[in-house]
């Protein structure tokens, strides 16, 4: 029994054809997983259920009833609520005020507090969340405001619970809170239609899976009766072997590191932690999420406080600002690309422009931009980097993902880094750009380029990194290299770093 | 389909030059002016038109390198009294040259303390430069025991009346003023740095954009300019006097902004500011044509300034 029909529905933007006849059903009690690379329309579709656009042709039917007039207020009203990857959190308001936004218990006027911590208490439980509803959202990791958004989510006991990418900034153990909520949804009758980029876990809850390219509809398998090569094929339409490039080969003569930390440490971030990176290597940042990866860039590009001794091919070297880092020929991609790496609300051109003003408008001009030279090197790196851009004057905003990700990068590659950090490079991009960007990381570091990867996808640390150093609590509890270097090893060490010890 | 793609690539343009707008509304407005007020078709007033709107066009030049770094600057109307002022009264012992470089030095001074403020203080644009202009308004008071000086200075006589081949002085002033201002913004490093700043503070600062010099240069311009045009109008009126600045804190924030220049920053064009300040120029002109009482006059002005925004220059949804 069908809980939500899709029909044949059409969707375009500015002349733009998003969605094509699109027709998949919800059925009640079950989990169905919308796979598709970025811009296959997963996200419109689910725009359409919640009510935030209407379909141009075809219909959606809920409890086969025609949706007319639907809008997100009516679609939350019949029991449809949604997590999206963008939080939705008011920083300073507590974890309760913001679970129950909108309908705090009052009594004359005045918000009960203790009566508002008290019911998110449950809630909170149900998500695996263990903090104090008082506190403040603003003060919690991202992965922790991700299981926020759910609990509020569930407040109104929903029919049909949307997860868009609600998983991306979460560690293993705070997936299987979100797979447990979502189990008991289903045993209780309700349905969940979930997106993700990480396969596995698409595999390990849901029911069905419904592949999308291209705005159409390629097929609908139950996860019986498919597996990932299938559905990867579906996607992309072709076979997907070479993921990841081939790895360094040990070189026996011993490389000076291009950077060496010793003793870094951030208040609050990471405590005494030695790396080194060589030329010609990935090295991994491992660990669950925020357990001080972060800090470690951020003080290794300027943008933290830190102590410790930091030494950049071999002398002493101090980064108290990203213009010291960037002198010293490191570059930092930052994990939030739409709020530091890169100006969303200026054009692609002026973004890769922004660090290369040293040759675009160098001194002996006064400082001048030269035009031909600034679109010679915009022109150069969109062709290298394969940028999809309708023109170097698009907004960086516009945008898919992935593409953003290739601007965030490829804006520090003419400068020819020393250095190279990268915070979840891959994030919330579809497979074939990440494909794009491990084999473009790995010549970089054949070029003799040192990179520093942070990563919350083992595949992808396992894949990609030579070693990865994993973290717990701000310190470097393992290091993983050669045959060590799997999957296992690096999730059994990320988890219980005393047993590994022992 | 066809059709419709190029036009929504227009109207598209169109938004996004809304400095393009600006010009067009002058110039809408100054036809209205000629066909249906009196004395607003010759060209003394052409003349005196541009002449007036320089002072507060070389304001708004200043105001809007502050603006497209998200800044604000609430102090230039302190700053225009200050140099005026402070030149008037050191000429009277020192001779003019060296009153106007006091006078311009004093200003330089007012905007660096607002760019310490700003920068290295961290307290906000709006709160800094509001607190350095009272400072200032204050100072003055004391230093001139309330009763400023008048001066004739010859350059600045010169500067704010003279003609050359039929055009004020002063307007060339604005003009070249303007044309350094087009590179700066436009053409520099520097200006790529405002635009970035304006934009995203967090991302300028991972990207390398070197704040603290940017931040100085801004506003450093800013008061400088403000102090320029103190002087002009010391030449204007020979004579200085506490409130002389007083019109031109509003007016040259809504320039800027009816220039098309985002309040928030990182968006716009200097020659908008232009046009913008020309336009509250001649509005200005107008009401005082229909003979409205200062209080009225007032009120239509801050009611057309809405009425404008809202038309053209309202901030974009995103």
Sequence with gaps: MALLTVDRVSKSFAGNRVLHEVSFDVRAGEVLALVGENGAGKSTVLSLITGMQAPDA????????????????????????????????????????????G????????????????????????????????????????????????????????????????????????????????????????????????????????????????????????????????????MIGRELSDLFPAKAAPTKAATAPALRARGLTVPGGCA???LELTPGRILGLGGLQGQGQRAVLRALFGLARHGGEIELAGRPAKLSSPREAIRARIAYVPEDRKVEGLHVAQSVRANLALTNLDTVAPARRLTTVDRNAEAGLVADLIDRMRIKAASPSQEARRLSGGNQQKVALARWLPSEPRVLLLAEPTRGIDVGTKREIYHLLRRLADDGVAVLVTSGD????????????????????????????????????????????? | MMTALPRTAGLRALRDHRAAWAFGVLLVTWAAAILFANGFDSVSSVRYLTQTASFLGIIAIGQTLVVMMSGIDLSVSSVVALSAVVCAQVSAGHGGAAGILVGLAVSLLVGLVNAVGVLWLRVPPMVMTLATGTIVAGSLLVYTNGSPKSAKIGLLDSL???????????????????????????????????????????????SGVPLGVTTFIAYGACALLAGVAGLVLLGFTATSSLTMGNPYQLLSIASVVLGGTSILGGRGHVLGTVAGALLLTLLTALLTAWNLSEGVRQMTLGLLIIALLLAYARERRT
């Excluded at chain 1, 595949?459 to 990609?464: S, T």
């Excluded at chain 1, 310190?475 to 690096?490: M, P």
Aim: proline content about 3%; some cysteine.
């Design chain 1, 272 to 274: 005494g932690v030695d």
């Design chain 1, 103 to 234: 309908q705090w218990p009052a009594r004359r006027g005045l918000v009960l507090g203790r009566d508002l911590a008290r019911r998110a208490r449950p809630l909170l439980e149900r998500v695996g969340l263990d903090v104090d509803p008082r506190t403040r959202a603003g003060r919690l990791s991202l992965g922790q405001q991700q299981l926020v958004e759910l609990a509020k989510a569930l407040v109104c006991a929903p029919r049909l619970l949307i997860l868009d990418e609600a998983t991306s900034a979460l560690d293993d153990d705070q997936v299987q809170a979100v797979f447990r909520v979502v189990r008991e949804l289903r045993a209780a009758g309700s349905s969940v239609v979930t997106v993700s980029h990480r396969m596995a876990e698409l595999f390990a809850i849901s029911d069905r899976l419904t592949v999308l390219k291209d705005g159409a509809v390629m097929a609908t398998r139950d996860r019986a009766g498919t597996d990932h090569d299938d559905i990867v094929r579906l």
């Design chain 1, 458 to 502: 083992t595949m992808e640390l396992v894949g990609l990194c030579d070693e990865v150093a994993v973290m717990y609590e701000g310190a470097v509890v393992e290091r993983l290299a050669g045959g060590d270097l799997t999957e296992e090893r690096l999730v059994r060490a990320s988890v219980n770093p005393a047993v590994t010890h022992a």
């Design chain 2, 160 to 206: 704010a009346n003279d003609r050359v081949a039929g055009i004020p002085l002063a307007f060339v002033l604005w003009l070249a003023i303007t044309a350094v201002a087009v590179w700066l913004l436009h053409a520099s490093r520097v200006g790529r740095y405002v635009f970035a700043l304006g934009t995203s503070q967090e991302a300028s600062r991972a």
């Design chain 1, 58 to 101: 075809g219909e959606l039917r809920l409890d086969g009833e025609p949706l007319r007039a639907w809008s997100p207020l009516r679609a939350r009203a019949a029991g449809i609520s949604s997590v999206h990857q963008e939080l939705s959190l008011n920083p300073h308001q507590t974890v309760a005020e913001n679970v129950f936004l």
